[in-house]
């Protein structure tokens, strides 16, 4: 008997599924059309929110449907219907509410907790946008995992323990494709690697006969259906009704009546698509598949004979063409014996199931998308963790300063593979101040990266000296209400002034500092000597000013003074230089550096 229930939730771009552990087997849940799986489609209407198969029927004619929002999951965009604007999750939220709620009913109780999956190359933001949308729906997201390893799990649960395999999972769905190479040994799964194309998928294939019907309804019946919405609706559902009859026949007929009216009455579509046709049209996109493959293996430092197992995942993969390549190019039989629509929800819900402790020994490891690192001087990256990098995991690394006295370091994340920081992904910044002021590459700032296991980062920055610590966390812990992470986000921004303030006091104090030593310096000076009393003393009394505002804490007004007797030095400064028959160019420079 089962501790407590986790749902086991696949949120994909084009379908989405829900499945639980039942007596120790998956249990692929039913919505209430009867339907294993569900379209991840939303649509309002006289506002009733529609979910499922009857809102992706409406996806061409009805302007408030939306599909596909897994694509902008962790991006700011909103989605305008209804009247109203809704962020990414709030539209995910709907559907993972509608899962929920029908999944109660197949079991017959309240259900709180969830497993969700993720793509392999999903962002923090967009791993946070997904656990929010769980949030919003009423559910506990206890964890999140990539889908290729969700995968990896529901195919590795039959194997005896005592075998290691190396799995190639190749995920062809709707939108997107995933390439990963996972190793499971004694029980324990590790992904090696990860590649792909988060722009490739089953409805690419769609399109290509909808291209193709297009060319042949105006070449036989002399009607354009492009600018004709509702033919457009069927044009693309008969679209996909083909492609999937084509991976079981070798030939489907299309069958569109009463497509529309024109001078000689209704025209009523008869076509037929060969196999060989659909193959011959689409060679581009197969060919697509080809390099994410390649790339993975070479990242995985492996060769195509340790592949022990080939898996193929999403429905897109029951093509057989898909089928033919992918045995083609690894040289092995693709193991089909789990359904490739369902199978990610079932790894899903056994990672519930790890975690309610109804399935023990099975430990899951999983790795980087990208590489994440911080931008050093010159707009450089420095790399911390590599791609394909095992998670959890913790790197740290020793930086300095750039400047001589530098009392404050920006701190710039930045994810992804190019050497230039503005190429790649920001995904947050912050500031350490407070660094005690030394000549500049003295200070050791460790910067360190958490990755805990559920992929969402913690990068914190300290001062070996001063012991001065700052960091960004990206909350993750799983009892988060909505409220929480409101909270979260709140309190980001409160701090985020209060720091910058804080800096700007402690930068003054640093520069005033600095301005109270030079002083210092050059009154005890050789040159000092050739100076009257009065000119002495009101050197002296600039400085006792300074002094007095630092112990005021009056920030402003030290800033303008400090303003002012820089803009003295400087004058005086060019004042000498005048002055002075040959200026030597290196001590003028040396004695910039200590200034500034
Ligand atoms: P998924 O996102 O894994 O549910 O995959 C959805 C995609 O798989 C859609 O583009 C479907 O049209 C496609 N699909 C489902 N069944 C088949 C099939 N038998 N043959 C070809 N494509 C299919």
Same mark, same amino acid.
């Given at each position: 008997?089962?501790?407590?229930?986790?749902?086991?939730?696949?949120?994909?771009?084009?379908?989405?599924?829900?499945?639980?552990?039942?007596?120790?087997?998956?249990?692929?849940?039913?919505?209430?059309?009867?339907?294993?799986?569900?379209?991840?489609?939303?649509?309002?209407?006289?506002?009733?929110?529609?979910?499922?198969?009857?809102?992706?029927?409406?996806?061409?004619?009805?302007?408030?449907?939306?599909?596909?929002?897994?694509?902008?999951?962790?991006?700011?965009?909103?989605?305008?219907?209804?009247?109203?604007?809704?962020?990414?999750?709030?539209?995910?939220?709907?559907?993972?509410?509608?899962?929920?709620?029908?999944?109660?009913?197949?079991?017959?109780?309240?259900?709180?907790?969830?497993?969700?999956?993720?793509?392999?190359?999903?962002?923090?933001?967009?791993?946070?946008?997904?656990?929010?949308?769980?949030?919003?729906?009423?559910?506990?997201?206890?964890?999140?995992?990539?889908?290729?390893?969700?995968?990896? =799990?529901?195919?590795? &649960?039959?194997?005896? #323990?005592?075998?290691?395999?190396? %799995?190639?999972?190749?995920? !062809?769905? +709707? @939108?997107?494709?995933?390439?990963?190479?996972?190793?499971?040994?004694?029980?324990?799964?590790?992904?090696?690697?990860?590649?792909?194309?988060?722009?490739?998928?089953?409805?690419?294939?769609?399109?290509?006969?909808?291209?193709?019907?297009?060319?042949?309804?105006?070449?036989?019946?002399?009607?354009?259906?492009?600018?004709?919405?509702?033919?457009?609706?069927?044009?693309?559902?008969?679209?996909?009704?083909?492609?999937?009859?084509?991976?079981?026949?070798?030939?489907?007929?299309?069958?569109?009546?009463?497509?529309?009216?024109?001078?000689?009455?209704?025209?009523?579509?008869?076509?037929?698509?060969?196999?060989?046709?659909?193959?011959?049209?689409?060679?581009?996109?197969?060919?697509?598949?080809?390099?994410? =493959?390649?790339?993975? &293996?070479?990242?995985? #430092?492996?060769?195509?004979?340790? %592949?022990?197992?080939?898996? !193929?995942? +999403? @429905?897109?993969?029951?093509?057989?063409?898909?089928?033919?390549?992918?045995?083609?190019?690894?040289?092995?039989?693709?193991?089909?014996?789990?359904?490739?629509?369902?199978?990610?929800?079932?790894?899903?819900?056994?990672?519930?199931?790890?975690?309610?402790?109804?399935?023990?020994?099975?430990?899951?490891?999983?790795?980087?998308?990208?590489?994440?690192?911080?931008?050093?001087?010159?707009?450089?990256?420095?790399?911390?963790?590599?791609?394909?990098?095992?998670?959890?995991?913790?790197?740290?690394?020793?930086?300095?300063?750039?400047?001589?006295?530098?009392?404050?370091?920006?701190?710039?994340?930045?994810?992804?593979?190019?050497?230039?920081?503005?190429?790649?992904?920001?995904?947050?910044?912050?500031?350490?101040?407070?660094?005690?002021?030394?000549?500049?590459?003295?200070?050791?700032?460790?910067?360190?990266?958490?990755?805990?296991?559920? @992929?969402?980062?913690?990068?914190?920055?300290?001062?070996?000296?001063?012991?001065?610590?700052?960091?960004?966390?990206?909350?993750?812990?799983?009892?988060?209400?909505?409220?929480?992470?409101?909270?979260?986000?709140?309190?980001?921004?409160?701090?985020?002034?209060?720091?910058?303030?804080?800096?700007?006091?402690?930068?003054?104090?640093?520069?005033?500092?600095?301005?109270?030593?030079?002083?210092?310096?050059?009154?005890?000076?050789?040159?000092?000597?050739?100076?009257?009393?009065?000119?002495?003393?009101?050197?002296?009394?600039?400085?006792?000013?300074?002094?007095?505002?630092?112990?005021?804490?009056?920030?402003?007004?030290?800033?303008?003074?400090?303003?002012?007797?820089?803009?003295?030095?400087?004058?005086?400064?060019?004042?000498?230089?005048?002055?002075?028959?040959?200026?030597?160019?290196?001590?003028?420079?040396?004695?910039?550096?200590?200034?500034?």
């Amino acid at each position: 008997m089962a501790k407590e229930i986790i749902l086991g939730i696949d949120l994909g771009t084009t379908n989405s599924v829900v499945s639980i552990i039942e007596n120790n087997n998956p249990k692929v849940l039913e919505n209430p059309n009867g339907k294993r799986t569900t379209p991840s489609v939303v649509a309002f209407k006289n506002n009733e929110t529609i979910i499922g198969e009857n809102a992706k029927r409406q996806l061409e004619t009805n302007p408030d449907s939306i599909a596909s929002i897994k694509r902008l999951m962790g991006s700011a965009s909103t989605i305008k219907a209804n009247q109203k604007e809704y962020k990414p999750e709030e539209i995910s939220a709907m559907i993972l509410s509608y899962m929920k709620d029908y999944a109660e009913k197949k079991i017959g109780s309240p259900v709180k907790k969830a497993v969700i999956t993720v793509p392999a190359y999903f962002d923090n933001a967009q791993r946070e946008a997904t656990k929010n949308a769980g949030i919003i729906a009423g559910l506990d997201v206890v964890r999140i995992i990539n889908e290729p390893t969700a995968a990896a =799990l529901a195919f590795g &649960l039959d194997k005896s #323990k005592d075998e290691n395999h190396r %799995i190639l999972v190749f995920d !062809l769905g +709707g @939108g997107t494709f995933d390439v990963s190479i996972l190793e499971m040994e004694n029980g324990t799964f590790e992904v090696l690697s990860t590649s792909g194309d988060n722009h490739l998928g089953g409805d690419d294939w769609d399109n290509k006969i909808v291209e193709w019907l297009i060319k042949e309804i105006n070449a036989k019946y002399d009607f354009n259906p492009r600018n004709d919405k509702m033919a457009m609706a069927r044009l693309k559902e008969e679209a996909e009704r083909a492609k999937i009859a084509l991976s079981e026949s070798m030939v489907a007929n299309i069958s569109l009546p009463f497509l529309a009216m024109n001078a000689n009455g209704p025209i009523n579509v008869e076509l037929e698509l060969k196999r060989s046709e659909f193959e011959a049209m689409t060679t581009d996109l197969l060919e697509r598949t080809k390099k994410p =493959l390649m790339d993975a &293996l070479e990242q995985a #430092k492996l060769s195509w004979n340790d %592949i022990t197992e080939v898996l !193929l995942v +999403g @429905g897109s993969t029951r093509m057989p063409i898909v089928q033919e390549l992918v045995a083609k190019i690894t040289g092995k039989k693709p193991n089909k014996s789990i359904n490739p629509d369902e199978v990610v929800s079932v790894g899903a819900a056994i990672q519930g199931a790890i975690l309610a402790g109804d399935i023990q020994d099975v430990l899951l490891l999983d790795v980087t998308p990208l590489t994440l690192g911080i931008v050093v001087e010159g707009d450089i990256v420095a790399p911390l963790i590599p791609r394909n990098t095992t998670i959890p995991v913790t790197r740290s690394q020793i930086f300095s300063t750039a400047a001589d006295n530098q009392t404050s370091v920006s701190i710039v994340v930045t994810q992804g593979e190019r050497q230039m920081a503005h190429d790649n992904k920001f995904l947050g910044r912050f500031d350490l101040s407070g660094i005690a002021p030394a000549p500049r590459g003295v200070p050791q700032i460790e910067v360190s990266f958490s990755i805990d296991v559920n @992929g969402i980062t913690k990068v914190t920055a300290k001062d070996k000296k001063t012991n001065q610590e700052q960091s960004i966390t990206i909350q993750n812990t799983s009892a988060l209400s909505k409220e929480d992470v409101e909270k979260m986000v709140q309190e980001a921004e409160l701090n985020r002034e209060a720091d910058k303030k804080k800096r700007r006091e402690v930068e003054l104090t640093v520069r005033a500092e600095q301005i109270i030593h030079q002083i210092d310096k050059s009154i005890e000076s050789d040159e000092a000597k050739k100076l009257d009393e009065s000119q002495l003393a009101s050197i002296k009394k600039e400085k006792e000013e300074i002094q007095k505002l630092i112990e005021d804490k009056n920030f402003d007004e030290l800033e303008k003074k400090i303003n002012e007797f820089e803009q003295k030095l400087a004058q005086a400064m060019e004042f000498m230089k005048n002055q002075q028959p040959t200026p030597n160019q290196d001590n003028q420079d040396s004695k910039d550096n200590e200034t500034n």
